[in-house]
């Protein structure tokens, strides 16, 4: 275990959403997120992202991902967003 994430999940059904919203995001897929905080985020899926174990910042162990999500326009630029952020995933099709 190499990160600390800001959230993590010891619940079997947010667990199972995770994993869920990984089958959604194929490596290279171009997709529109909605966050949690109402954000959206477009971009392409680098790689799929893994659910694995980390540890928060109170050092409580727990379930999470993080998605690389680089920019359509510019792939040189890329965000990173904690998969239990994400509600919806939208596929954008190919350009």
Do not use: C
Not at 27 to 56: H, N, Y
Not at 64 to 77: F, S
């Amino acid at each position: 275990m190499s990160q600390l994430a800001d959230r993590v999940h010891t619940d079997p059904i947010e667990i199972a959403r995770l994993e869920t919203l990984v089958t959604e995001l194929p490596s290279e897929a171009r997709v529109a997120l909605t966050l949690d905080d109402g954000r959206e985020l477009r971009g392409t899926v680098a790689v799929r992202p893994t659910v694995q174990l980390f540890r928060d910042y109170h050092g409580n162990e727990g379930n999470n991902a993080l998605l690389r999500l680089d920019d359509i326009a510019h792939p040189a630029h890329a965000q990173y967003v904690w998969l239990d952020q994400v509600r919806k995933v939208m596929p954008l099709g190919t350009f």
